[in-house]
């Protein structure tokens, strides 16, 4: 199984901040990456598929980056509805999540 | 607009079997991938499994194998889940996440069914 780990896993942060949240992947799995974002209560959105690809709708202050076992989502100046927890997913060999990075207002 | 619909809330007994079911709308069923991913309260996401309707292949994460069993009704349009032998591990929200294919991401999702396992 390929075993997603992201960091950090708590992120303190301010509007207007640059953040960036990091996922690895235990072995290669190309730019077969996603990133969700999810709030309490409600079921995960998707953002970005094929490591970099934008979802449509999705706001281009998000972007993410990466190839082969190293990925990172950037949210540039961060605004109030981007607080949430953000998950990685892998989907080259079955499917798997990281452990997920609450964004919360410092 | 595509929809999927889950059934509601369910409360069970440790050793009962529960069956949760997903209803898609709004595309055409047979195209896609229908995945199960569960959330534990405060935890992350744990994929469970996944069908391809018109092929009628399933797969399982390996740490649900023998418990998690998924189909799907062509003719209503509706995915199920069942997990048997609860236990009290098992109190999560089950969603079900719509994929392309066996190789993409999730674009639509359920809007989650909790599932308590209590005594």
């Known amino acids: 199984d390929i075993q997603m780990t992201q960091s950090p896993s708590t992120l303190s942060a301010s509007v207007g901040d640059r953040v960036t949240i990091t996922c690895r992947a235990s072995?290669?799995?190309?730019?077969?990456l996603a990133w969700y974002q999810q709030k309490p209560g409600r079921a995960p959105k998707l953002l970005i598929s094929?490591?970099?690809t934008l979802e449509s709708g999705v706001t281009s202050r998000f972007s993410g980056s990466g190839s082969g076992t190293e990925f990172t989502l950037t949210i540039s100046s961060l605004q109030p509805d981007d607080f949430a927890t953000y998950y990685c997913?892998?989907?080259?060999?079955?499917?798997?999540f990281g452990q997920g990075t609450k964004l919360e207002i410092k | 607009q595509v929809q999927l619909v889950q059934s509601g809330a369910e409360v069970k007994k440790p050793g009962s079997s529960v069956m949760v079911s997903c209803k898609a709308s709004?595309?055409?069923?047979?195209?896609?991938?229908f995945n199960w991913v569960r959330q534990a309260p405060g935890q992350g996401l744990e994929w469970m499994g996944r069908?391809?309707?018109?092929?009628?292949?399933?797969d399982y994460a390996q740490i649900l194998q023998g418990r998690v069993t998924i189909t799907a009704d062509k003719s209503t349009s509706t995915a199920f889940m069942e997990l048997s032998a609860l236990r009290s591990e098992d109190t999560a929200v089950y969603y079900c996440?719509?994929?392309?294919?066996?190789?993409?991401?999730?674009?639509?999702w359920g809007q989650g069914t909790l599932v308590t396992v209590s005594s």
């Open positions: 094929k490591a970099s």
């Open positions: 996440a719509r994929g392309d294919n066996s190789m993409a991401p999730f674009d639509h």
């Open positions: 709004g595309d055409t069923f047979n195209k896609y991938v």
């Open positions: 069908i391809i309707p018109i092929l009628a292949v399933t």
């Open positions: 072995q290669s799995i190309g730019i077969w």
């Open positions: 997913q892998q989907y080259k060999s079955y499917l798997s």
